[in-house]
């Protein structure tokens, strides 16, 4: 009895430490410095990093502020290959975990800033495959509001 108890309370609080980690608070302050002045804050190389995971992996986890946040950093620090990767690395995970809350904030966005994210999904680097996002898009053709985006990313496919 004694270890099923024990068992139990370990079990709780690896999920409590799980779910504090996927809500992390995230800089405002430091995301708005990035989006201002990339140079400097690249220079504050750890400083810069921590703020992007912070919001990437919060994004990523569907909290639909961070996700504005990440399709806020569009167009930013493009001729640093770094931030870039990560960006579209950042951007197809968010895709892969909450397609739909990332197209109906995209939606609300200018045309460049979808066709810019719309492109790192149509051509993934990194850890995900395209035959991911291709699964994800055919599910989401099936609703009016984002057939023609999922179309871009299942046309040929």
């Not at 108890?5 to 370990?10: G, M, P, Q, R, V």
């Not at 779910?19 to 302050?29: I, V």
């Not at 397609?99 to 939606?107: A, F, I, S």
């Not at 989401?140 to 046309?155: E, G, H, V």
Request: glycine residues 4%; proline residues 2%; aromatic residues 10%.
């Amino acid at each position: 009895m004694k270890s099923i108890i024990c068992l139990f309370l370990l079990l709780s609080c690896i999920i409590f430490v799980e779910s504090a980690e996927a809500n992390k608070t995230c800089s405002q302050q430091k995301l708005k410095e990035i989006k201002t002045d990339f140079d400097k804050a690249y220079n504050q190389y750890d400083v810069f990093w921590d703020t992007l995971h912070c919001y990437g992996d919060n994004a990523i986890s569907g909290d639909k502020n961070s996700i504005r946040a990440i399709i806020s950093l569009n167009g930013i620090g493009t001729y640093n290959s770094e931030f870039t990767e990560w960006y579209a690395e950042t951007i197809a995970q968010i895709f892969l975990k909450s397609p739909q809350k990332l197209l109906d904030l995209l939606l609300q966005r200018d045309r460049k800033t979808i066709d810019n994210i719309m492109t790192y999904l149509e051509h993934p680097i990194g850890d995900v495959e395209m035959e991911s996002i291709v699964a994800v898009a055919k599910k989401l053709k099936k609703k009016p509001k984002y057939r023609s985006l999922a179309k871009r990313l299942t046309s040929g496919r």
